[in-house]
């Protein structure tokens, strides 16, 4: 369809790897537009965890707006679904204001979730949650992950033998409806509409990866600076948390949880903390690079290109 007669109106997904400069571009232009920022990320959904979530700071969230984080406690389920559900009326209410939704952050299942939608599949059951909690318990993970690749070898392949959180999931899906969740999500998309807004998809990645890498452990530090063993030991004394939660297993919390609990030293931490941060830009950049309607730039030798493909979109002179 020609842009011209799409009327529909517009967003901006800002995406990109961590520590790759998103908020920052994004904060700019949301200040410059007057709007808010829908932020599109995992760990920031979550109260009390600031420092290792790179949760924007009270300066950053005067200029710039931030909907959707601080929206559940840690121990408490956010799933990309819960994201969707959260996102399309926050974006519609923006709209509605005449003001443009810039949705920012490297959640790739959150962006797939709200501008492709999910699958369709069985909604979890806290009984048989409960239940697979406890076989896990007994039997122990490796045998449970076992048990998925015997019934359900696609998905058992796509993961990892220690993502309890995945494995746990997946059982549950094949014991309620007797069918495996690859065959679920193979349906495709629950639904099918048009999604509601016209969508400009930039991709901020710095084009020397050594760069990317340096910011990464440059913020490490600051972040270690800024107190972010105090916050991890504060939410290890709430005795609704443990290492299994899917907050908790955030890159750098996992680790910081293993230093206080004394099963890494503090190099070891630190060392740790920065690969598997690393490992996490790299898994992101990966996902990226399916998304083929997306424009990519640098965000500091392509800033000027960036902001001419925000102009452009959003006819400003």
Do not use: N
């Given at each position: 369809m020609d842009?011209?007669?799409?009327?529909?109106?517009?967003?901006?997904?800002?995406?990109?790897?961590?520590?790759?400069?998103?908020?920052?571009?994004?904060?700019?232009?949301?200040?410059?537009?007057?709007?808010?920022?829908?932020?599109?990320?995992?760990?920031?959904?979550?109260?009390?965890m600031d420092i290792g979530s790179a949760k924007p700071d009270a300066a950053t969230l005067t200029r710039a707006p931030h909907r959707l984080i601080?929206?559940?406690?840690?121990?408490?389920?956010?799933?990309?679904?819960?994201?969707?559900?959260?996102?399309?009326?926050?974006?519609?209410?923006?709209?509605?204001?005449?003001?443009v939704p810039l949705l920012v952050g490297g959640?790739?299942?959150?962006?797939?979730a709200l501008l492709e939608g999910l699958s369709l599949l069985p909604p979890s059951d806290p009984a048989l949650r409960a239940a697979l909690q406890s076989e896990r318990a007994e039997r122990g993970l490796a045998a449970l992950y076992a048990e998925l690749s015997t019934i359900d070898p696609p998905a058992a392949a796509r993961i990892q033998p220690g993502d309890s959180q995945?494995?746990?999931?997946?059982?549950?899906?094949?014991?309620?409806?007797?069918?495996?969740?690859?065959?679920?999500?193979?349906?495709?998309?629950?639904?099918?509409?048009?999604?509601?807004?016209?969508?400009?998809?930039?991709?901020?990645?710095?084009?020397?990866?050594?760069?990317l890498h340096e910011r990464i452990e440059r913020r490490f530090h600051a972040m270690l600076a800024a107190g972010f063993l105090e916050e991890v030991r504060a939410l290890k004394a709430d005795p609704r948390l443990h290492p299994d939660l899917p907050a908790m297993r955030a890159v750098g919390y996992r680790q910081a949880w293993q230093h206080l609990d004394g099963a890494i030293d503090r190099a070891g931490f630190i060392e740790q903390g920065i690969a598997a941060t690393r490992h996490l830009a790299k898994r992101q950049l990966t996902w990226l690079r399916g998304e083929h309607a997306a424009l990519w730039a640098d965000p500091q030798s392509g800033r000027a290109r960036l902001d001419a493909l925000m102009r452009r979109f959003l006819d400003l002179r």
């Open positions: 842009a011209r007669a799409d009327r529909r109106p517009l967003a901006v997904a800002v995406m990109g790897p961590t520590a790759s400069g998103k908020t920052d571009f994004a904060a700019d232009w949301a200040e410059r537009l007057g709007t808010a920022i829908i932020s599109v990320d995992s760990a920031l959904v979550y109260r009390r601080d929206l559940r406690e840690p121990h408490e389920p956010y799933s990309a679904a819960d994201f969707a559900r959260d996102a399309l009326p926050a974006m519609l209410e923006l709209a509605g204001q005449g003001r959640t790739g299942l959150y962006f797939k995945r494995i746990l999931r997946a059982l549950e899906v094949f014991r309620l409806s007797g069918r495996p969740i690859s065959a679920w999500q193979a349906q495709g998309p629950a639904s099918a509409a048009r999604f509601p807004f016209r969508v400009l998809r930039l991709v901020l990645a710095p084009s020397d990866r050594g760069l």
